[in-house]
């Protein structure tokens, strides 16, 4: 969630904890938020989502369960808000004065993975049983949360992309009905690119998508030293290259958060990947990218405030690149979702009919298949 590739597992653990926390943010202050207009104020929310096209399609809001917020005060995080803010939609929306009129549809993301983090578990003292159980808790918080909010709100499902027990989990999870597709975060689960079994293994999980026809959510940065762009490449090739019909976001423009020089080279690579499979295709491959956490008002958790330099190569990278292979997500809970949007808008110059293709359309395959697969669908294992 911020660009911390080069620092080291520990650093880039409480990094990853305090993005989703907000832990540094006062109470009633937004991280990405450094305008003269204030939140608070319905006026100034209606006046936004007007700007903004109208409500949002919002493709990145974690929600936590009860063990990630109790594992994380046990190494040390601090939370600023109450824990219903983090564990609940509706009580997340009606402290950031939320409603339908802001947001229109939700894509849920858990926060299990982050079991997959061995000096996290190392630290809780935890064995693979009690890891096990406490991915499943997360995903199970999560599904209910947004069969909370059927007409708004769907889940994924995460596991840690090496665990032995990832694919079994996601097997478990897809069968809420509320359930759509699945998260795979390779820095939180240990991947590295340069490793062929990693690649492999997340390949294999990513082939399991394809097969249950359930689209991806990639938090693609591995945050590891020494990894390039070559590295990346050569994943997309082979992890996305066998399923031309399978529906995948990149978090974070490929990155961790921000829009410095790593991110800015593994967006265009990702962009030049899929000019090159596009050309060989009988149609355009369904791979999106998300720009949440990717411009910054503010510094936030040790990376700089985005600079007028980084605002105007996103806008001529995403302008080349065409809107339709963008997708609006605002990593929150610490950001506010109506000013990331609002952000990107002004970076972005967008025009009245540009914002709203960018804010307010969803990748259909993320909400379509709730209606697509009932409540009975059987998931199924090769």
């Not at 190392?122 to 064995?127: F, S």
């Not at 209910?144 to 499902?157: D, F, G, I, K, S």
């Not at 995460?158 to 359930?179: I, W």
């Not at 762009?229 to 976001?249: K, M, N, Q």
Request: charged share 20%; aromatic share 4%.
């Amino acid at each position: 969630m911020r660009d911390v590739r080069r620092q080291g597992a520990r650093a880039a653990r409480v990094v990853l904890a305090l993005a989703v926390l907000g832990s540094a943010c006062r109470p009633g202050k937004d991280a990405s938020s450094a305008s003269a207009v204030s939140l608070d104020d319905p006026a100034a929310r209606r006046t936004i989502t007007e700007r903004l096209g109208g409500p949002l399609v919002d493709h990145h809001v974690h929600i936590l369960g009860p063990d990630v917020i109790r594992d994380w005060r046990a190494v040390g995080v601090n939370f600023s808000r109450p824990d219903s803010t983090y564990t609940s939609v509706a009580a997340w929306m009606a402290s950031r004065g939320l409603d339908s009129t802001h947001v229109q549809a939700l894509v849920l993301v858990p926060m299990a993975q982050l079991y997959g983090d061995a000096e996290f578990v190392e630290a809780l003292k935890i064995d693979a049983t009690a890891v096990q159980a406490r991915v499943a808790r997360e995903n199970d918080h999560v599904a209910r949360e947004a069969a909370q909010h059927p007409t708004r709100a769907v889940a994924l499902c995460a596991a840690p992309v090496l665990a032995d027990f990832a694919e079994a989990e996601l097997v478990r999870c897809l069968a809420h009905p509320q359930t759509t597709g699945i998260k795979l975060h390779l820095a939180a689960s240990g991947v590295d690119l340069r490793e062929p079994a990693h690649v492999t293994r997340t390949a294999a999980l990513i082939a399991f998508a394809a097969a249950q026809n359930v689209p991806v959510l990639l938090h693609l940065d591995t945050q590891q030293r020494g990894t390039e762009t070559t590295d990346v490449r050569a994943f997309l090739d082979r992890a996305l290259g066998p399923v031309a019909s399978l529906p995948v976001i990149i978090a974070h423009a490929g990155g961790s958060g921000g829009y410095g020089a790593w991110t800015r080279s593994v967006l265009r690579t990702i962009l030049a990947w899929r000019d090159s499979v596009d050309a060989l295709g009988p149609a355009p491959r369904p791979v999106y990218i998300d720009l949440s956490a990717v411009l910054l008002d503010e510094p936030s958790e040790g990376v700089p405030a985005s600079t007028t330099e980084e605002r105007a190569a996103l806008r001529v990278d995403v302008r080349a690149a065409g809107l339709d292979r963008f997708a609006f997500g605002s990593d929150s809970p610490v950001f506010h979702p109506l000013q990331s949007a609002e952000t990107l808008r002004a970076a972005l110059a967008l025009s009245s009919k540009e914002a709203r293709e960018l804010f307010s359309r969803p990748v259909p395959a993320f909400f379509s298949s709730v209606d697509a697969r009932g409540t009975g669908r059987a998931i199924t294992r090769d």
